[in-house]
């Protein structure tokens, strides 16, 4: 296998065992990407760390020499928010709601995650049930579109337009706009509501901020709104995912866990490193020529960090495959630099209460069916299961 031919059903079926053969094979690899965009992929700790902090990498999109649409392509109406921005209109527009994901606002949500949490648990009747389809989707739903003030009777309607989004199956594109389409149209007609009868939630605020402070613009609005809805869904549910079927996997540390030995807050820092939720860092663009790792990178070429190959470097991790909640955290799945994930304090406390909450209802839960019959999202951009069956 070539490095140009690394983004296949083989690294889909087995990411880790993929990305170990291109972090042996090298530092950074030229590959061609699932549309036939080339692509340069950093694979080893160190490289994507300074990478991740490397202002000559933008993310801008104008900033590319070629225009791929797969996974990196937003239409005009949602293209406006922080991951296709640079500093200075990054710095301003994170400013805006970066006090709404503090760690100390973060925390002062718990009481309400336990009540959500309790809530969707106690919709479970029988012995067997599916954590994704019972907990670890619709919380982070929950919860994020709370923090928004986005009407309950319409989540359902934007989790399948996410699924859409990511999905990397045939006709995937022309979906993808679609579900963007669709999103676009409701988050204009949200936000329309909430001029005419504001309400005290994040989304009112950037409304305010928009329409008294002209400290964004109206595309701005419905792009951060966007994403905010977008992010705080999809890494908060696949971490709930991961570091359940983690514990499930391994009835040591689960047992721990169970004794007070471990904690699941340190679960949850090893589920990042281990199966990271976001296996790819958001499509990056070389301003300048420049050399990463030995390889020589033209100017707007495109970078993509390889978080979950980053996390499994046997050169930083002993033993990167065994999954070891007594690790020292040094994961780089939130990325770093400016560009740190800001829904990271939100979706350590989702974990942490939706897997404690797990944990007490049921004393005895495993799985329902053997890890071979386990089954993933097919997508090279997210790392999390479709389904996770248990026994309580």
Same mark, same amino acid.
């Given at each position: 296998?070539?490095m ?11 990411p ?5 053969k ?5 530092r950074v690899?030229?590959a ?9 992929v ?5 490289d994507?760390?300074k990478?991740?902090?490397d ?10 020499r ?6 990196s ?12 921005m640079?500093a ?48 670890a ?8 579109c ?11 309607d934007?989790?399948d ?9 045939p ?19 949200v936000i329309?509501d909430?001029?005419r009868?504001?309400t005290d939630d ?5 409304i ?6 002209e400290h ?23 971490? $709930?995912?991961n570091?359940?079927v ?11 866990v169970?004794e007070?030995r471990?904690s ?16 790819l860092?958001?499509?990056r ?11 020589e $990178? ?7 960090v390889?978080? $979950? ?15 070891d909640?007594s690790r020292?955290?040094a994961?780089?799945?939130f990325?770093?630099? $400016?560009?740190?994930c800001?829904?990271?304090?939100l ?8 897997i404690?909450?797990?944990l007490?209802r049921w004393?005895?839960l495993q ?10 999202w097919?997508?090279?951009?997210k ?10």
């Amino acid at each position: 296998m070539t490095m140009s031919e690394v983004f296949n059903d083989v690294l889909l079926a087995d990411p880790h065992s993929g990305y170990a053969k291109m972090r042996e094979a090298g530092r950074v690899h030229q590959a061609t990407t699932p549309d036939g965009e080339p692509v340069w992929v950093v694979a080893r700790y160190e490289d994507v760390r300074k990478a991740l902090a490397d202002n000559r990498l933008s993310l801008n999109k104008v900033n590319a020499r070629t225009r791929g649409n797969y996974q990196s392509s937003m239409p005009p109406e949602l293209d406006a928010h922080l991951l296709n921005m640079d500093a200075p209109d990054h710095t301003r527009l994170r400013r805006l709601v970066s006090k709404a994901f503090t760690p100390r606002r973060i925390e002062a949500l718990r009481d309400r995650v336990h009540s959500l949490t309790k809530d969707l648990l106690d919709t479970v009747h029988g012995p067997q049930f599916d954590i994704m389809a019972t907990l670890a989707n619709p919380l982070p739903m929950n919860v994020i579109c709370e923090l928004l003030g986005i009407p309950s009777g319409s989540r359902g309607d934007f989790r399948d337009w996410t699924n859409l989004l990511i999905s990397p199956t045939p006709g995937a594109v022309e979906s993808s706009r679609s579900a963007m389409r669709s999103m676009h149209k409701f988050l204009v007609a949200v936000i329309n509501d909430k001029r005419r009868c504001p309400t005290d939630d994040l989304l009112s605020a950037m409304i305010e901020s928009r329409d008294e402070h002209e400290h964004l613009s109206e595309s701005e609005l419905v792009a951060m709104a966007f994403l905010i809805l977008f992010a705080g869904y999809e890494n908060s549910t696949h971490l $709930i995912g991961n570091a359940t079927v983690g514990l499930l996997l391994h009835p040591e540390h689960l047992a721990a866990v169970r004794e007070g030995r471990t904690s699941v807050r340190a679960v949850v820092e090893e589920t990042l490193r281990w199966n990271s939720p976001f296996p790819l860092g958001v499509r990056r663009f070389a301003l300048e020529d420049l050399v990463i790792g030995g390889v020589e $990178i033209p100017a707007g070429g495109r970078v993509w960090v390889s978080l $979950i190959s980053a996390n499994h470097d046997e050169r930083l991790f002993e033993s990167p495959r065994d999954f070891d909640p007594s690790r020292t955290p040094a994961h780089l799945a939130f990325g770093r630099g $400016i560009h740190y994930c800001l829904g990271a304090p939100l979706a350590r406390l989702e974990a942490e209460v939706a897997i404690t909450s797990l944990l007490d209802r049921w004393p005895h839960l495993q799985l329902s069916v053997s890890v071979e019959q386990l089954e993933w999202w097919q997508s090279f951009h997210k790392r999390g299961l479709l389904a996770l069956p248990v026994t309580a």
